[in-house]
């Protein structure tokens, strides 16, 4: 969270900063440091309810902007001044979920050897923070209501702990869940992110292109190159709002990327190609 807080004086001063901020909030609805000096400043006051009312407003914003280091603090402050309320026990629960693979992923790489330089960029627990992240904006753009929201939060986490063979993602829970609104999601995705939509299927396997990124980083990660353009890789992917998978991808290609969204399924297909390829190419005697 932001170190700025409500100012520590008498309640006069509180309620300057109150006023201050309120108005900002009006021109500025998601201002982080508003919610920040409101929330503190209604505890300063006693004012529980309404302290808690703008810790739940900046516990979405803080879902929405998927950030990771405010999460634990708000989270602690929802408990306390939520206790018994639902709205409040849900966001801090959901603020948990998106902190808790990076926890896993913290403690597995101080139990590994450090990464060389060149070696794949792997997670050996799917980090489930941007997929959060980005179910959380499709509730706020009304894309999805909150009991639909609960529903694909869970199925994430239960598939962040197993073992599988296609990326955990929201596009692949709505997919399994046969969700009704599935191609106007997609669709809202590209348009939101400026990303285009690419079907994979008019495109052929391209042994260069696909072998620039890892068969371990695609089957998990959620990126596949597909095509070149000259020397610029051309990568399907399916949440284009994933800034650290886009960080991975250009340290692990050395090369400036051109990014498309694809549906769960078309991914899927794709992949299983490039597995079956793969497989076929090992059963060939050497020459």
């Known amino acids: 969270m932001n170190k700025s807080k409500a100012p520590k004086g008498n309640s006069s001063e509180l309620q300057d900063a109150i006023v201050t901020f309120e108005q900002i909030l009006e021109a500025i609805p998601n201002d982080r440091l508003a919610l920040e000096t409101l929330s503190d400043a209604y505890e300063q006051m006693g004012e529980k309810a309404k302290a808690l009312g703008y810790y739940i407003h900046l516990a979405s914003v803080v879902l929405e902007?998927?950030?990771?280091?405010a999460a634990p603090e708000i989270s602690g402050k929802l408990r306390e001044l939520g206790e018994g309320n639902a709205e409040a026990l849900q966001a801090a629960e959901f603020l948990d979920r998106m902190v808790a693979p990076e926890e896993e992923e913290k403690k597995a790489q101080k139990e590994s050897p450090a990464r060389k330089k060149?070696?794949?960029?792997?997670?050996?627990?799917?980090?489930?923070?941007?997929?959060?992240?980005?179910a959380w904006n499709l509730v706020q753009a009304g894309e999805l209501t909150q009991d639909e929201y609960s529903s694909v939060v869970n199925d994430l986490t239960e598939s962040s702990s197993r073992n599988n063979d296609v990326p955990v993602t929201v596009l692949h829970v709505l997919r399994d869940r046969t969700f009704k609104n599935y191609e106007k999601i997609l669709n809202f995705i590209s348009t939101n992110s400026g990303i285009p939509i690419i079907p994979l299927a008019g495109f052929e396997l391209q042994k260069d292109a696909n072998s620039l990124l890892p068969m371990d980083f695609v089957a998990h990660r959620g990126a596949i190159v597909f095509e070149m353009m000259g020397k610029e890789p051309l990568i399907a992917i399916l949440n284009p709002y994933d800034t650290e998978l886009k960080k991975d991808i250009e340290e692990l290609t050395g090369r400036k990327c051109h990014y498309y969204l694809v549906s769960a399924e078309d991914y899927d297909r794709y992949l299983d190609n490039l597995r079956k390829a793969s497989m076929a190419a090992e059963a060939q005697p050497p020459a």
């Open 118 to 134: 060149g070696e794949p960029v792997r997670r050996r627990v799917a980090d489930i923070s941007a997929e959060l992240a980005l």
């Open 65 to 69: 902007d998927g950030d990771k280091r």
